[in-house]
Structure formats: C-alpha cells, structure tokens
C-alpha cells in the first residue's frame, strides 16, 4: 500500500499526516508517546480499499519536530481536531496509549468531529489498588517510555519514528515503519474494530483493549 504524505495547518507550523488508502472512508489514528504516525503502517495493511487511513506525526515528533511547543495533551488534542477538520465526514478517531488519551480529549471537546473512537491501549482510567504507591505504578508503566525520550538519536531516525532508540544506524521511512510500536498480531484485530465501529448504531461507542505482551 503506497504512503502519501499531507501537511495540515495547525498553530506554529503545519503537521505532518501520513496517508494511507484512497477511499472515502477517513479514520484517523493518533500515536502513543514516543512513537511517530508510522507506528500505524501495521493497521493500514490491513484496511479495506474503500478505507483511507491518516496517521499524524504529533507536533514535536517525526515529520512534526519543527512545530513549536507545547507539547502537551491539550495541544496535542487540539492538533488532531484540525486534521479532522481537514478531512470531514465525521472520520473514526483512533488512539494507542498515550495517543488514546489524546483521541479522548479531541473527542470530548468535539463530538460533532467523531463518528466512533477507538481506544487501544490506553484512554481509560487505570485502578490503583489501595495500598498501592501510585509514583512508583507510574515509574513502572510509563518509566521506560520516557527514559526513551532523552536518549540521543541520530537525525534521520529523530525525523522519521522518534521512537526506536536501540537503533543508532540510519534508517529509510520503510525501515523504521516496519519496526512499529503496534504488535502486528493485534493489527488486523485493529483494522476490523476501526471499520466496523462506522456501522454501528450511532449510540454505540467503540473501543478495544490492546493485550499486554506476554
């Protein structure tokens, strides 16, 4: 499946959007912390023809490094209601971890945007057992995503996937796609829930779960 490449306007700059897919059909898919819109390349194999699938680089990674701060989750949010005003429609909105909490909130402050969401792996509320000490729960879920984020990378691997600090040669766009954050064996699962969720009633919410590795 060929990738195109889209460039929407949004405050500081424009965001870059991969594409992949030339049907009418939108849903657009937000990357978790350290990865980059090719996480998604998995996913998009997996789409129907009649299906475009549009992953942005959030602001401050990939081919968004340029964008200024800052990098929060509102302004993150805010950046993923323009791409999908871009499109229109009423796209799919999916999000995998961080992004998830990111498609939440752009949903939340405009539903009109959104025809279903899809949350994998994040987005949802996490119980801390009583007893339980919640800095150290957060050291040990999100502890090693954002140790990645200081490691030095090379240029070439910052502008294409900021995610893949073990990588210290060059990587070309495909290289790096084919590394994703998303585990190929749940990306067909991935796909259908994305498609499926435009047929259901329009009560119904969608969202799916992404099983922790064993």
């Not at 402050?109 to 959104?114: E, F, G, S, T, Y």
Request: charged share 20%; net charge negative.
């Amino acid at each position: 499946m060929q990738l195109r490449l889209l460039n929407v306007a949004v405050d500081g700059g424009d965001l870059r959007v991969l594409l992949w897919g030339t049907g009418k059909r939108v849903a657009v898919a937000v990357h978790g912390i350290t990865a980059s819109g090719m996480a998604w390349q998995a996913v998009a194999r997996h789409m129907p023809p009649d299906w475009t699938l549009a992953a942005p680089d959030l602001r401050g990674r990939g081919h968004s490094d340029h964008l200024p701060g800052p990098y929060g989750l509102d302004r993150h949010a805010r950046d993923v209601v323009a791409v999908l005003r871009h499109f229109g429609g009423r796209p799919v909105l999916a999000g995998h971890s961080m992004g998830a909490y990111i498609a939440l909130l752009a949903r939340d402050a405009h539903p009109q945007l959104v025809r279903r969401l899809v949350l994998v792996d994040g987005g949802l509320p996490l119980p801390v057992p009583e007893g339980i000490d919640l800095d150290a729960t957060l050291d040990a879920t999100l502890g090693p995503a954002i140790a990645r984020l200081g490691l030095p990378l090379d240029p070439p691997v910052f502008l294409h996937a900021v995610d893949l600090p073990h990588q210290r040669h060059r990587l070309d766009f495909e290289q790096v796609g084919e590394a994703g954050l998303i585990d190929p064996l749940v990306a067909c699962e991935i796909a259908e829930h994305l498609t499926l969720c435009a047929s259901e009633p329009e009560e119904k919410q969608c969202a799916l779960i992404e099983p922790a590795p064993e």
